[in-house]
């Protein structure tokens, strides 16, 4: 490319490392890029670095050595983090949210990608100092926040299918029972969506008693496969504790109550911030 100005170097830089997370870059790489020698590179990172750090934007590690480079890791801060749960609260506790038996609508806040890329922020936030092969999600309102963590952890996405398709080629199919109705459900994984002893993250939109989420445990256990964590958009506060089938999660909100009567909901941030 054309030989930039120092600031312009430092645009063009920062692009870069944003958009690929997670991934050791050799110092080669920018002054081959740039044209510039390797010590001027690592005076341009150390400002990137003290950028990042003091804007919450993630951090930047340097690697010394013949085999070293730099790493950007996003990471949101916790003050950052907790005004946007606080947001997402607001939202979901609007009462035109409520359907016929208690349910809460979700829908249009899943398909709002600035929102799930927070959320998703969130998440891998939380899970970056994790050893994280793929990042799952059972189909379908899942995907949205699985694909916004995986692009922050820079990692493929692995969907579990409730039925299984012709298209998936030979799959393994598990039945699994649903926390919150006690009713037998199927989900299926195709054989070549995910590899042996793969370390899965795994991230879902809800989470009512966990019935869901361990039948992906359940199904990873067919794939040898380990979990890495599990992080949920939202998790109902409603179940006792002995109903839940899963404890080690991470949640941004917690839907506390529904009130259908009078039309009121309660949600407040989840446990994420009691860590």
Excluded: W
């Excluded at 920018?30 to 804007?55: P, T």
């Excluded at 907790?82 to 979901?92: G, N, P, T, Y």
């Excluded at 995986?150 to 409730?162: G, M, S, Y």
């Excluded at 459900?185 to 966990?210: C, N, P, Q, W, Y």
């Amino acid at each position: 490319m054309k030989k930039l100005k120092r600031s312009e170097r430092l645009v063009d830089m920062t692009q870069y490392l944003l958009s690929k997370p997670h991934t050791l870059i050799p110092l080669t790489t920018f002054a081959d890029r740039y044209g510039a020698a390797k010590s001027s590179i690592s005076e341009d990172l150390a400002i990137i670095k003290d950028v990042f750090e003091s804007e919450g934007l993630g951090e930047l590690q340097t690697l010394a050595g013949a085999a070293g480079g730099v790493r950007y890791i996003p990471k949101l801060r916790t003050d950052h983090a907790l005004r946007f749960a606080e947001e997402l609260c607001e939202q979901l506790q609007q009462s035109d949210r409520i359907l016929p038996g208690g349910y809460l609508y979700i829908s249009d806040l899943l398909g709002q990608p600035s929102l799930m890329n927070e959320a998703g922020k969130i998440i891998a936030t939380a899970f970056s100092d994790r050893e994280i092969d793929v990042v799952m999600t059972v189909e379908t309102k899942g995907i949205p926040l699985a694909y916004a963590t995986a692009a922050q952890l820079n990692l493929p996405v692995v969907l579990v299918r409730r039925d299984h398709q012709v298209t998936e080629g030979s799959a393994v199919s598990i039945n699994y029972v649903s926390g919150s109705h006690k009713s037998i459900h199927t989900m299926s994984l195709s054989r070549r969506a995910l590899k042996e002893r793969s370390r899965v993250l795994i991230v879902d939109d809800f989470m009512k008693a966990g019935g869901t989420i361990q039948g992906m445990v359940d199904l990873l256990g067919e794939f040898n496969a380990e979990v890495a964590g599990v992080g949920v958009l939202v998790e109902s506060g409603a179940v006792e504790t002995e109903e839940r089938l899963l404890e080690d999660y991470i949640s941004i909100a917690i839907l506390s109550d529904v009130d259908s009567k009078t039309k009121s909901i309660t949600v407040n941030p989840g446990n994420y911030f009691e860590k």
